[in-house]
């Protein structure tokens, strides 16, 4: 068995099993989706296809040709290479062990494009103050083998000495063909002129200790990057962490993470690729554009003078054809793709200027652990987000889930929101205060009106939102099959913990949602699962508890919202039409706290705020027991500038509303 089998089974079954759940993860509801509502059933998980020899990382010492680098010259001992003062040319398929020092020389391999030609750096120290100090002009496939217990160092200068009309080679390790490293060693690359590590076909990484300092992207494999393993410490000045750029051909510019440990700081994106990017095992630690601290607006909303200085910088120039061309649309985001985004696996640490999570496609996550805070949307596709299960703990975001479509199938989710906390919209993305550089598009052709794609549904799982703007937001409509969601949020009356252009329909869970009063909104009367909105005639301090008893004295539900509340809306499996329930202030309840919910213990009462009889699918009254039926107030996206009576379930409700005194944001 040749080493990493297990693991690429694992890898396998990983595969098979997320296309299962994808297949299989649609929970029906009183409206069925249209067509376009199941687009994530069709993402295709991509083989990284690594083969044996990319994962062996050994060799036959006994037939190796050995080199010797020595200061300025070099012994080759052995055939397919030949020296040439401080420049070696490999010209044949062989294994080359290279040790020793080269001050100021050059490493070229130029074979048939037939030959497969792997180097062994038994510890080297290479450097090349005008070109690239390894060079892979030609080969079917270069194995670059860092041999165990050793210490390699490949050093480029900031300035290349090119042939008339050429921009290439570009990076301190640069192929023009396959390029695999492997082993266990050592590789340290400073790279002064441009990129790190870089092969125009396919970059292959299964092993190795690597560090990579460039002025521009730290690793870049023009078809696709797969790496299976390794520890990388990546410093990307002026461009991306990792990258994969083709844009010419659909099946290739892919990423895919099937393990290894990354610390990753880039001035511009941390992960980029053209088309998808899986990441299935490892642990990945990011941070761009200066971190979540680097945002657009501070915790009031205002415009942060000087944000945006990596949307600024100046990278290497290169020519239009160059694989090197810089995009104008620089961005910070910290794991990014054109196509779609898979999260199968792993534990996910990012700090982002921008976008924490971003895909022009679609973004589906199926396990893992992503932690983040990010100075603009947490996660954000322009097509369909999905959630089948994992842990994601948004700290710090504008808004903090965003898709055409967003549906939470399982696992937990926390999410800290300057605006919305969910929020699937059509249209351009109206969240740039300021017009910050970076700021998301959705597809033109995505409209709020009549248009069944824009959706939030929840079916399964554990959410917990604090949210300044809109706590859920569906410029479509809302779906609630079942889970745990618990919205704190918003204190401003221009936002409600609630928001829906459509219907909003509850067929089973535990719904719980505390915020202002001026825009709240109940569910629809079409649900099947009966919901209660209250309105207090006075805001109410966070942490005061709300609990919610039957005509027994059982308590349904009791909440500590996080945030003053002047609404609260309460649905769970257990309402029943018909009933009598009154809810309390105050009090005390044992059991066990999540987020303020308690469960599985006692609540001693408080202050009685009323008795209702539920008449109906969905029951709003005030405090003092009048039905809420007039709509009025603004509304449309986040909340704001919709005309009176465009929002179903809102009321203009009594006891004069919350003072919103920060222009409709509270901070974090």
Not at 22 to 46: D, F, H, K, P, V
Not at 83 to 110: E, F, H, N, P, R
Not at 124 to 152: E, G, M, R
Not at 583 to 606: H, M, V
Request: charged share 15%; net charge negative.
């Amino acid at each position: 068995m040749f080493p990493g089998l297990g693991k690429l089974i694992t890898l396998l079954t990983i595969t098979m099993l997320i296309i299962s759940m994808l297949t299989g993860c649609q929970t029906s509801s009183s409206a069925e989706l249209s067509t376009e509502t199941t687009a994530a059933n069709t993402m295709a998980i991509i083989d990284p296809g690594y083969s044996d020899r990319d994962l062996a990382g050994t060799w036959d010492a006994e037939a190796a040709t050995k080199i010797s680098l020595n200061g300025s010259s070099i012994t080759v001992s052995g055939k397919g290479a030949t020296a040439s003062g401080s420049t070696l040319t490999i010209t044949a398929a062989g294994v080359y062990v290279l040790s020793g020092t080269l001050a100021d020389g050059q490493i070229i391999v130029d074979a048939a494009d037939s030959d497969k030609v792997q180097i062994v750096l038994n510890g080297v120290s290479i450097t090349c103050p005008d070109s690239a100090p390894i060079y892979v002009k030609q080969a079917d496939k270069v194995f670059l083998t860092l041999a165990d217990v050793t210490k390699n160092t490949v050093t480029d200068g900031s300035a290349y000495t090119l042939a008339d009309g050429e921009d290439e080679p570009n990076a301190a390790i640069f192929s023009k063909d396959d390029l695999t490293i492997n082993g266990t060693g050592a590789l340290i690359v400073n790279a002064n002129y441009n990129n790190g590590i870089a092969s125009k076909d396919d970059l292959v990484i299964t092993g190795g200790t690597i560090t990579v300092t460039a002025v521009n992207d730290s690793l870049r494999g023009r078809d696709s990057v797969a790496i299976y393993d390794g520890v990388f410490v990546i410093n990307a000045a002026q461009g991306d962490g990792i990258q994969s750029n083709n844009d010419e051909d659909t099946e290739k510019g892919w990423i895919s993470i099937d393990g290894g440990t990354f610390d990753i700081t880039a001035g511009n994106d941390g992960i980029q690729a053209e088309t998808v990017l899986q990441i299935t095992d490892g642990t990945v630690t990011i941070k761009t554009g200066g971190g979540s601290a680097n945002a657009s607006t501070d915790s009031q909303g205002n415009e942060q003078r000087g944000w945006g200085r990596w949307d600024n910088q100046t990278n290497p120039v290169a020519t239009e054809d160059s694989t090197d061309t810089s995009d104008s649309s620089d961005s910070a985001k910290g794991i990014t793709a054109g196509t779609a985004i898979y999260v199968i696996g792993g534990n996910i640490n990012i700090d982002s200027s921008d976008d924490s999570v971003h895909s022009n496609g679609d973004v589906t996550i199926s396990a893992g652990t992503l932690t983040i805070s990010s100075g603009d949307d947490g996660i954000h596709a322009d097509s369909a987000l999905m959630v089948d299960s994992g842990d994601i703990d948004i700290s710090q975001s504008y808004e903090g889930l965003e898709g055409t479509s967003i549906t939470v199938n399982g696992g937990n989710i926390q999410v800290t929101a300057k605006d919305d906390g969910f929020n699937a919209a059509g249209g351009n993305d109206g969240s740039a205060l300021g017009g910050r550089p970076g700021e998301n598009n959705f597809t033109g052709e995505n409209s709020s009106d009549g248009n069944e794609s824009i959706f939030i549904r929840i079916t399964d799982g554990y959410i917990a939102i604090n949210a300044s703007g809109d706590g859920i937001d569906s410029n479509g409509s809302l779906y609630v099959d079942g889970g745990t969601v618990l919205v704190n949020g918003p204190t401003n009356n221009g936002n409600g913990p609630l928001d829906y252009n459509g219907i909003a329909e509850i067929t089973g869970g535990t719904f719980t949602a505390a915020g202002s009063s001026g825009m709240a909104q109940n569910f629809s009367d079409s649900s099947s699962q009966n919901s209660l909105l209250v309105a207090y005639s006075s805001v109410q301090e966070a942490g005061t508890l709300v609990s919610l008893l039957d005509e027994s004295g059982k308590t349904i539900l009791s909440f500590a919202p996080a945030k003053d509340y002047q609404s609260i809306v309460i649905s769970t499996p257990e309402l029943e039409q018909g009933k009598t329930y009154t809810l309390y202030s105050g009090g005390s309840a044992s059991g066990e706290n999540t987020d303020g919910l308690y469960t599985d213990g006692n609540y001693s009462a408080g202050t009685k705020v009323i008795s209702v009889t539920l008449s109906g699918a969905a029951t709003s009254i005030s405090d003092t027991g009048e039905q809420i039926t007039r709509m009025s107030g603004p509304g449309g996206m986040g909340g704001r500038g919709a005309p009176d009576g465009a929002r179903p379930g809102m009321g203009r409700l009594k006891g004069g509303p919350m003072e919103d005194d920060n222009q409709g944001n509270d901070g974090f």
